[in-house]
């Protein structure tokens, strides 16, 4: 891609790498393969250079999956199906270490691109961090409604159905829908159970 980073380029970029983004390790991470094709190389080149540059990438830049990490991603995500034909473990990149791997890779394709995978990592961040805070919100007013309903024996029993309908109405609205066969998005583990170490979700 070229042309520069404008709004038209982000509106069409940030949800398709966004979507690339899952949650690992309680961790936002986009998995090697994926910045690879987005860098423009292959995914050998893209870990051939990493290596070179080792020092530059700590355990907080970038980690090798475990076997049952690599499993539930090639479960999770359609698209990396064919790394089950891989005898390597694939790497994950947080954000620092997709932006030190488009830098180590120097090219105009992988430089203008990081910039894009920087800002959909951000973008994510701040949804997560708006989401945890308006289910505090809610729940701290559901708890002040509740408690003025207890303290007011008019308050009757049909009337604090309906609010309790419409809190569960505002926190179905507030939760992104699942999308088939990939548990990967912006929602923080802690939203959804933490079913898993490795859990990933798809955002909207």
Request: hydrophobic share 40%; aromatic share 6%.
């Amino acid at each position: 891609m070229s042309g520069g980073t404008g709004a038209a380029d982000a509106a069409v970029m940030l949800p398709r790498i966004e979507s690339r983004i899952l949650v690992v390790r309680e961790q936002k991470v986009i998995i090697d393969a994926d910045l690879a094709e987005l860098y423009g190389v292959d995914t050998r080149t893209l870990n051939q250079a990493v290596k070179r540059n080792a020092e530059r990438f700590p355990m907080d830049f970038m980690f090798a999956l475990t076997p049952a990490e690599k499993a539930e991603v090639i479960t999770s995500c359609d698209h990396l199906q064919k790394l089950k034909f891989s005898k390597s473990m694939p790497f994950a990149f947080t954000e620092h270490g997709a932006i030190q791997a488009a830098n180590v890779l120097a090219s105009a394709r992988a430089v203008e691109m990081g910039i894009y995978v920087v800002r959909a990592f951000v973008r994510l961040k701040q949804a997560s961090t708006l989401h945890a805070d308006l289910a505090k919100r809610l729940a701290e007013l559901e708890d002040k409604t509740e408690a003025l309903a207890m303290n007011h024996d008019t308050f009757s029993r049909n009337t604090r159905n309906q609010l309790k309908q419409v809190f569960d109405a505002l926190r179905e609205l507030m939760t992104p829908p699942d999308p088939p066969k990939r548990p990967i998005g912006f929602i923080n583990p802690e939203d959804k159970g933490k079913k898993t170490s490795s859990q990933a979700k798809r955002k909207t």
